[in-house]
Antibody, heavy 120, light 106 residues
Framework: EVQLVESGGGLVQPGGSLRLSCATS????????MTWVRQAPGKGLEWVSA????????VYADSVKGRFTISRDNSKNTLYLQMNSLRVEDTAIYYC?????????????WGQGTLVTVSS | DIQLTQSPSFLSASVGDRVTITCRAS??????LAWYQQKPGKAPKLLIY???TLQSGVPSRFSGSGSGTDFTLTISSLQPEDFAAYYC?????????FGQGTKVEI
């Protein structure tokens, strides 16, 4: 069964950095685009970033552009999100997800999420 | 950016009820719309994509319709396990925005 497992969340001070990882298994990771989505406590879903199968194309939400970097290591079947200059408003559960296929498809498999808390 | 507006934000219903949630896009997105279900403490689950295609394993009481700017998620007969939050998402263009969500409560 397809699995995605996020890690790397935790408590960080404003202005600090964190790197999230998403370890995947049971599918050909290098053939799929991947996504990060976040959810602030008690709030709705916010799309954060996406990367294509090779890692050569990336897209970001305006709220994180210039501060977050999405990347992937297809040899390790792992997706990353480097988060710099963190703000209190970045506090959220961060989910990684697999895009369903090539083209305009949604995300069909999601991890369980990792909590990032930005607070002094 | 494309804005998605869901209505209602909250919905109180009973087991067996027919429930309808709407999602309106700020500009046309053809049929590039998905619906997710999210239960407390869990990741979202894909229910419907391409506006009306049921994801594998999703019960047939769920259905979706619409194209352009107006979309609908219908649950034909609400079951106890359907009490959750529901989100629409447009996948027509980046950023892939979500609606604000609809919480279905007993």
């Amino acid at each position: 069964e397809v699995q995605l497992v996020e890690s790397g969340g935790g408590l960080v001070q404003p202005g600090g950095s964190l790197r999230l990882s998403c370890a995947t298994s049971e599918f050909t990771f290098g053939s799929y685009s991947m996504t990060w989505v976040r959810q602030a406590p008690g709030k709705g879903l916010e799309w954060v970033s996406a990367i294509n199968d090779s890692g050569g194309e990336t897209v970001y939400a305006d709220s994180v552009k210039g501060r977050f970097t999405i990347s992937r290591d297809n040899s390790k079947n792992t997706l990353y999100l480097q988060m710099n200059s963190l703000r209190v408003e970045d506090t959220a559960i961060y989910y990684c997800a697999r895009k369903m296929g090539s083209g305009t498809y949604p995300d069909d498999y999601w991890g369980q999420g990792t909590l990032v808390t930005v607070s002094s | 950016d494309i804005q998605l507006t869901q209505s209602p934000s909250f919905l109180s219903a009973s087991v067996g009820d027919r429930v309808t949630i709407t999602c309106r896009a700020s500009q046309g997105i053809s049929s590039f719309l998905a619906w997710y279900q999210q239960k407390p403490g869990k990741a979202p689950k894909l229910l419907i994509y391409a506006a009306s295609t049921l994801q594998s394993g999703v019960p047939s009481r769920f259905s979706g319709s619409g194209s352009g700017t107006d979309f609908t998620l219908t649950i034909s007969s609400l079951q106890p396990e359907d009490f959750a939050a529901y989100y629409c998402q447009q996948v027509n263009s980046f950023p892939r925005t979500f609606g604000q969500g609809t919480k279905v409560e007993i």
